[in-house]
Structures are given as C-alpha cells and as structure tokens.
C-alpha cells in the first residue's frame, strides 16, 4: 500500500522545468540573464554595459515578486519554489556580481580578493538570516537590503570617468565593503520593493542609467 501510495506521488510531483511556465519565475530567470551579461562585461572591461546588466537585473528582481503577489492560481509549492529561486538568483546578482566587477576593475589583483570575498560572504551570510527570520516585524529589512548594493554601485560608478583608475580603484573598494558591512548590521531599512511608489521610481532610474550608460557606450 505505501508502494503504490509514493507511486502515485512520484506521479503527482510536477516536473523540474514545468516551473520555467510560471511567469514571476521566468522574470527571475530573465534578471538571472542580466546578471549574467554584467559578470561577463565586468570581467572584459565594458564596465559601462555591466552596470545597465547589473541595474536590469534588480527591476526584474523587483518585477517577479511583484507579479506574483498579483498572479492568482498559484500554489504553495510555487511560491516556495520561486522563493528558493529568488535566493539561489539573488546572491549572484548581489554577491557574485559585485565581488567580479571589483576583481576586475582591481586588475584581478590579490588584494582585491579580500573585498571580494566580504562581499560574497556577506550575501551569503545576509540571505541565510533573512530565510530564517524574514522581515522584522512583518515591515523592515535588518541590515540593508542586497538589492541596494547594485543600486548604489551603478551610481557610484558614474563618478569612474572623473577621477583616475588609481583613485576610483579605492573609492570601488571602499564602497565595495562598506556595502557588505550594511548587509549585515544591524539597522533597520524599510522594504522599497513593497511600495508601488518606488517601483516607479526604481522604473525611472533603470531607464536613466540605461540611457547614461548607454550614452557612454555609443560615444566610446
């Protein structure tokens, strides 16, 4: 009886790739594509083309939860499946990504490898607690939130053209840390992705860094 019991739930059990169909799934694949393009411009030195992949993958981070409060019809195995998604996605975007693109502008020097690594570890170590515990009471993040740390980044890096290799090397590096250690302090910052206001705010200036860096792109 209990053979043919986990039969029929070998049988129920959905497919690994029938979850690519849920569409607040495919968003996050879609930022996980962006992701992508920003390590591989990082690592070749089109800096300007990483951070455009870079700011595209947090509105589509943004965009899948978003969706998939508002999509009806979807279980719970679909959520939790989607949250582990997001997590796994999440830490290359705002770990792994980071960590590259100061490897990179470092020259691939070792001592980069420090910031680097706080970087990842720091995601990694921020992304545990949050599955953990999640938000403090039910509203606000402890420490700041990853998606800040690319946020950020690409507007810092807007200053790489006005002042030297050398000096924006430490003002990446700097910045690069400083991040991390927010991850995992213990200040509270309030959830940005819940208020419609700031989706369109984050809308706003993910076309405006596309269109900077853009600029910047076609005039090199």
């Known amino acids: 009886?209990?053979?043919?019991?986990?039969?029929?739930?070998?049988?129920?059990?959905?497919?690994?790739?029938?979850?690519?169909?849920?569409?607040?799934?495919?968003?996050?694949?879609?930022?996980?594509?962006?992701?992508?393009?920003?390590?591989?411009?990082?690592?070749?030195?089109?800096?300007?083309?990483?951070?455009?992949?870079?700011v595209w993958a947090v509105a589509f981070d943004w965009?899948?939860?978003?969706?998939?409060?508002?999509l009806k019809g979807r279980s719970a195995n679909d959520a939790k499946f989607g949250g582990q998604l997001d997590v796994l996605i999440d830490i290359v975007s705002y770990g792994v990504t980071p960590a590259i693109l100061l490897l990179s502008y470092g020259h691939f020097a070792p001592i980069y490898l420090f910031g680097a690594f706080i970087m990842v570890a720091a995601a990694a170590i921020r992304l545990s607690y949050f599955s953990t515990y999640g938000l403090a009471?039910?509203?606000?993040?402890?420490?700041?939130?990853?998606?800040?740390?690319?946020?950020?980044?690409?507007?810092?890096?807007?200053?790489?053209?006005?002042?030297?290799?050398?000096?924006?090397?430490?003002?990446?590096?700097?910045?690069?840390?400083?991040l991390a250690i927010l991850n995992v302090s213990e200040i509270a910052t309030p959830k940005l992705s819940g208020n419609p206001r700031n989706v369109y705010l984050l809308g706003a200036y993910t076309l405006g860094i596309t269109a900077i860096y853009g600029l910047q792109l076609i005039s090199n």
Not at 22 to 45: K, M, Q, R, V
């Open 1 to 54: 009886m209990s053979k043919n019991n986990s039969t029929s739930q070998a049988l129920q059990q959905p497919t690994i790739l029938s979850y690519v169909n849920d569409l607040p799934n495919l968003l996050s694949l879609s930022g996980l594509a962006c992701t992508l393009l920003a390590i591989y411009f990082s690592i070749t030195g089109l800096y300007e083309a990483a951070m455009i992949g870079m």
């Open 63 to 70: 965009a899948d939860g978003l969706v998939a409060r508002k």
């Open 137 to 178: 009471g039910g509203t606000k993040y402890r420490g700041l939130a990853l998606d800040n740390n690319s946020l950020i980044l690409v507007a810092i890096f807007l200053l790489e053209t006005q002042v030297s290799h050398e000096m924006f090397a430490i003002i990446l590096y700097i910045s690069a840390v400083g």
